[in-house]
């Protein structure tokens, strides 16, 4: 073969790789990723966030949740809380109803298509009857222990409500619950759940593909951007060692550690681009 039919083959091969890799980036999802602050918990012991931190030191904590848009999808990464009983409990500024909280960013609670409960503390997990077509997603054994065993002895369910775990049943026997299985599992395109750190049964995390890499939402696997930056646990986990060990991960998956957004950190609302007072976009 002549060196003008070398090339020719040449081209004729770089163009259909060409062609490939260009298809393959089209058709890959990219999400816009915003956190919503629908509340706030005022002069929060630091001492209950961060390990070790001054039991003098307080701070407002910021309550979140996430919305991940794109690819014919309204995902929610959580979906915060709104019964009664929690106002009675907590002290509460500034509360908007986290179905209402997305009205700025011109989404209405049955335009919701997913929501992906991290784990099923209250502040998490209370308001998923609020997005009547979403799909809810959880890690399997998180929904297996809260919905058995963990209530045949004391002391195994703090910060999880009776009500919140009827409420998840129900919904499941609707058939609109998901149970993710396990670690790493992408159960929508561009979205994985990695198993976190002990901080209840088995908590998940969450990464989303946006324009600027991955972006993972840690949610309570890291209170604060100090647990990362600082290489502490956090203060509320069953396991200090799985905690930092998920930390790391989380470095390893993120396009950028700046893409690595805590649970409950006033300073997300510093650090992104506002969309409007309260909403903030992480991409």
Not at 61 to 75: P, Y
Request: hydrophobic share 40%; glycine share 6%; with cysteine.
């Amino acid at each position: 073969m002549n060196h003008s039919k070398l090339t020719a083959v040449f081209l004729a091969a770089l163009a259909i790789w060409a062609t490939v890799v260009f298809a393959q980036s089209e058709s890959k999802p990219v999400y816009e990723v915003y956190a919503i602050r629908y509340a706030t918990l005022p002069d929060f012991p630091v001492s209950g966030l961060l390990k070790g931190a001054d039991a003098s030191r307080k701070m407002d904590l910021a309550m979140m949740i996430w919305l991940v848009k794109g690819n014919g999808r309204n995902i929610l990464v959580d979906s915060g809380f709104y019964h009664d009983q929690f106002f009675k409990d907590w002290k509460v500024k500034d509360f908007v109803r986290p179905s209402e909280a997305l009205a700025p960013l011109g989404v209405k609670p049955e335009e919701i298509t997913d929501v992906i409960v991290t784990h099923m503390h209250w502040d998490h997990v209370d308001g998923i009857d609020l997005f009547p077509k979403a799909k809810i997603w959880i890690q399997k054994d998180e929904y297996t222990y809260y919905t058995g065993e963990a209530w045949q002895q004391r002391r195994t369910h703090g910060g999880i409500d009776p009500d919140d775990v009827l409420t998840i049943v129900k919904l499941n026997t609707q058939g609109r619950v998901m149970l993710v299985n396990g670690d790493a599992q992408e159960i929508i395109p561009g979205v994985i759940c990695y198993t976190g750190g002990k901080h209840t049964w088995q908590s998940q995390y969450v990464s989303v593909d946006s324009k600027d890499g991955k972006i993972v939402l840690a949610s309570d696997n890291m209170y604060l951007f100090e647990n990362l930056e600082k290489h502490l646990p956090i203060a509320a986990t069953l396991d200090a060692e799985s905690n930092l060990r998920a930390q790391d991960r989380m470095k390893q998956i993120a396009a950028s550690p700046r893409l690595i957004v805590p649970g409950h950190d006033p300073a997300v609302f510093e650090r992104f681009p506002h969309v409007s007072a309260n909403i903030v976009r992480i991409d």
